[in-house]
């Protein structure tokens, strides 16, 4: 069951951005997002919250411009997801522009798994370019690898963690850490990414290589060039979009829209078939990002990081499209776990459960994530899928719904039976983790225990929030454009607009996505509901979203439906 809610939009709030010249649709959709003043809408880089907020920095970058001046090796051991291979292409490009004798490391999903572990700093030691590195960088990883940063010291590395995931009861023995959320930090954008955290920690390194001297001797770089890699990384990794946030993403798409973006960045956008110059928060999620991911959960990232750190455009086209076969690849998989999913749900009352756990042998470890995601969505349950790994384990990986934080509820179900998680971590809505394969009932059972108790009942009824029914002279194309142009993402909800129509056509595309022509009053709209392949009723109530369907050199508005009853 779906209940569809309108946000309350406060008039004060809606008439003063319109006042302040803010268009009036925008105006009404930014109230309702809790935005008061127009000042609140400035993007600029001199609202940036200033790096000296984040608890550890002046110590990392006193510690890498060190590095740098020792010449020093430094190795940055990354992660396998888009904010991490952002995160890396920040540090790397950032780093080497300062002078730094710089490499990279990024585990595998497969083989060594998430984060700094003792086996990647054995890899690490043996690096076939740097050999064994004098400093490591964690980027979006590294706060709870206590085990990895002990072994790294005992062979005689400084580390130096950047991370943005929540820690444990324990925090590493690293030689600095910069986390917002890591106790006693007081930076007020809890939510930055991976890839905020690495650009944040470039700043302090520059501003600390500045204070001595160090570019007397060579052009100071402008770290604005990497605003782009920082846009789809925080993008990608659906952290809450606070003003901190925003301003990010905003001059990272500015940058990209003029076209000064990164060789990567543009082949990516190229081979999605994406106008650089119509870029918005969208693409990144959804078409740049996926392609990215695509390496780590199919492949190696090192490719993705690769294509995010040359400058030679006809190399970066080539691992683009490399990254999008790869992509091509990985929706041919998720297509056949879906259908898989679905066969085992139906034997399963899933209205009936607070939380929802699904194993196949055959299911690839890469796609388990995503897969754990659509059945959420699908079913509103929290949601964790397995895949097998090695030595009769299983990994898992969960997507949860607003209610349950997810790797809180991890934490009681580890202290409910402590021998029972090998490992786990991640976050509120998304986490992963690691059991013995005959395990897995007892997981599943302390797992439905703990979300039967966390979640409210209320929470288990999906509740989609819209903005309402949209002003007829709205249904335009350049209203889809003004709203594309606009910074949308987590916490800070793209709009969706409800409203009752006639289904005058309609038909299955490609047997998975209903395509309709709807009527309201005299007008007629084109309108399409993704992997939906039910028919809709004469009448119905939608939630949608404008977007702008390009065709033939033809722009014309198309209504995305996301939800209809």
Same mark, same amino acid.
């Given at each position: 069951?779906?209940?569809?809610?309108?946000?309350?939009?406060?008039?004060?709030?809606?008439?003063?951005?319109?006042?302040?010249?803010?268009?009036?649709?925008?105006?009404?959709?930014?109230?309702?997002?809790?935005?008061?003043?127009?000042?609140?809408?400035?993007?600029?880089?001199?609202?940036?919250?200033?790096?000296?907020?984040?608890?550890?920095?002046? @110590?990392?970058?006193?510690?890498?411009?060190?590095?740098?001046?020792?010449?020093?090796?430094?190795?940055?051991?990354?992660?396998?997801?888009?904010?991490?291979?952002?995160?890396?292409?920040?540090?790397?490009?950032?780093?080497?522009? =300062?002078?730094?004798?710089?490499?990279?490391?990024?585990?595998?999903?497969?083989?060594?798994?998430?984060?700094?572990?003792?086996?990647?700093?054995?890899?690490?030691?043996?690096?076939?370019?740097?050999?064994?590195?004098?400093?490591?960088?964690?980027?979006?990883?590294?706060?709870?690898?206590?085990?990895?940063?002990?072994?790294?010291?005992?062979?005689?590395?400084?580390?130096?963690?950047?991370?943005?995931?929540?820690?444990?009861?324990?925090?590493?023995?690293?030689?600095?850490?910069?986390?917002?959320?890591?106790?006693?930090?007081?930076?007020?954008?809890?939510?930055?990414?991976?890839?905020?955290?690495?650009?944040?920690?470039?700043?302090?390194?520059?501003?600390?290589?500045?204070?001595?001297?160090?570019?007397? @001797?060579?052009?100071?770089?402008?770290?604005?060039?990497?605003?782009?890699?920082?846009?789809?990384?925080?993008?990608?990794?659906?952290?809450?979009?606070?003003?901190?946030?925003?301003?990010?993403?905003?001059?990272?798409?500015?940058?990209?829209?003029?076209?000064?973006?990164?060789?990567?960045?543009?082949?990516?956008?190229?081979?999605?078939?994406?106008?650089? @110059?119509?870029?918005?928060?969208?693409?990144?999620?959804?078409?740049?990002?996926?392609?990215?991911?695509?390496?780590?959960?199919?492949?190696?990232?090192?490719?993705?990081?690769?294509?995010?750190?040359?400058?030679?455009?006809?190399?970066?086209?080539?691992i683009a499209q490399a990254l999008d076969a790869i992509n091509r690849e990985r929706r041919g998989i998720e297509t056949e776990m879906r259908a898989a999913a679905a066969i085992r749900l139906e034997g399963i009352d899933a209205a009936a459960r607070a939380s929802?756990?699904? $194993?196949?042998?055959?299911?690839?470890?890469?796609?388990?994530?995503?897969?754990?995601?659509?059945?959420?969505?699908?079913?509103?349950?929290?949601? $964790?899928?397995?895949?097998?790994?090695?030595?009769?384990?299983?990994?898992?990986?969960?997507?949860?719904?607003?209610?349950?934080?997810?790797?809180?509820?991890?934490?009681?179900?580890?202290?409910?039976?402590?021998?029972?998680?090998?490992? $786990?971590?991640?976050?509120?809505?998304?986490?992963?983790?690691?059991?013995?394969?005959?395990?897995?009932?007892?997981?599943?059972?302390?797992?439905?225990?703990?979300?039967?108790?966390?979640?409210?009942?209320?929470?288990?009824?999906?509740?989609?929030?819209?903005?309402?029914?949209?002003?007829?002279?709205?249904?335009?194309?350049?209203?889809?454009?003004?709203?594309?142009?606009?910074?949308?993402?987590?916490? $800070?909800?793209?709009?969706?607009?409800?409203?009752? =129509?006639?289904?005058?056509?309609?038909?299955?595309?490609?047997?998975?996505?209903?395509?309709?022509?709807?009527?309201?009053?005299?007008?007629? =709209?084109?309108?399409?509901?993704?992997?939906?392949?039910?028919?809709?009723?004469?009448?119905?109530?939608?939630? =949608?979203?404008?977007?702008?369907?390009?065709?033939?050199?033809?722009?014309?508005?198309?209504?995305?439906?996301?939800?209809?009853?």
């Open positions: 069951m779906t209940r569809i809610v309108e946000r309350a939009v406060p008039q004060r709030a809606r008439l003063m951005l319109e006042q302040s010249g803010v268009h009036p649709l925008l105006a009404r959709l930014y109230a309702a997002r809790g935005v008061a003043a127009a000042a609140e809408l400035d993007t600029q880089l001199a609202f940036l919250l200033p790096p000296q907020g984040l608890l550890g920095i002046d @110590a990392a970058a006193g510690l890498l411009a060190d590095a740098i001046a020792m010449r020093r090796k430094i190795l940055v051991v990354a992660d396998y997801d888009c904010d991490g291979a952002t995160a890396c292409a920040v540090a790397l490009r950032a780093l080497r522009s =300062f002078g730094a004798t710089v490499d990279y490391l990024v585990p595998n999903r497969f083989e060594t798994g998430y984060g700094l572990s003792p086996e990647v700093v054995g890899i690490a030691a043996r690096h076939e370019r740097l050999g064994q590195p004098d400093v490591l960088v964690t980027v979006d990883n590294g706060i709870a690898s206590v085990a990895g940063v002990a072994e790294a010291k005992r062979l005689g590395m400084q580390v130096i963690v950047t991370d943005h995931h929540l820690p444990g009861d324990r925090l590493p023995a690293a030689d600095a850490i910069v986390n917002p959320n890591q106790p006693g930090c007081r930076f007020a954008s809890k939510g930055s990414a991976g890839v905020g955290v690495a650009y944040y920690t470039m700043l302090a390194v520059r501003a600390e290589l500045r204070r001595r001297g160090h570019f007397a @001797a060579r052009p100071e770089p402008n770290l604005a060039g990497l605003l782009d890699l920082v846009a789809l990384g925080t993008v990608a990794d659906l952290v809450p979009l606070d003003r901190n946030n925003r301003i990010l993403v905003a001059q990272g798409l500015a940058r990209i829209r003029r076209r000064r973006m990164s060789p990567g960045v543009a082949a990516l956008l190229q081979v999605a078939g994406r106008d650089a @110059a119509r870029a918005s928060a969208f693409d990144l999620g959804f078409a740049v990002g996926p392609r990215l991911n695509a390496a780590g959960r199919l492949a190696d990232m090192s490719l993705g990081i690769e294509c995010l750190v040359t400058d030679d455009m006809g190399r970066a086209l080539n929802l756990t699904l $194993f196949d042998p055959a299911w690839h470890q890469g796609v388990i994530g995503i897969l754990a995601g659509r059945v959420k969505e699908a079913h509103h349950r929290p949601t $964790f899928v397995f895949a097998r790994g090695e030595n009769d384990e299983l990994r898992g990986s969960g997507r949860s719904i607003p209610g349950l934080h997810l790797r809180d509820a991890l934490d009681l179900v580890a202290k409910r039976r402590p021998d029972l998680l090998k490992r $786990f971590g991640g976050h509120a809505a998304a986490a992963g983790l690691t059991l013995n394969a005959a395990d897995l009932p007892v997981f599943a059972d302390l797992f439905e225990q703990v979300a039967r108790a966390l979640l409210p009942h209320a929470a288990l009824t999906r509740t989609l929030e819209t903005d309402g029914a949209l002003e007829s002279a709205y249904y335009s194309v350049s209203a889809a454009r003004l709203l594309e142009d606009a910074v949308w993402g987590q916490g $800070f909800p793209a709009p969706l607009f409800a409203d009752a =129509f006639e289904v005058e056509r309609q038909r299955l595309l490609k047997d998975q996505h209903l395509k309709l022509t709807l009527k309201k009053g005299r007008a007629r =709209f084109d309108a399409i509901r993704f992997h939906h392949a039910e028919a809709a009723p004469e009448r119905i109530r939608a939630v =949608f979203r404008l977007d702008v369907n390009a065709w033939q050199g033809e722009a014309n508005l198309q209504l995305v439906l996301e939800h209809f009853e």
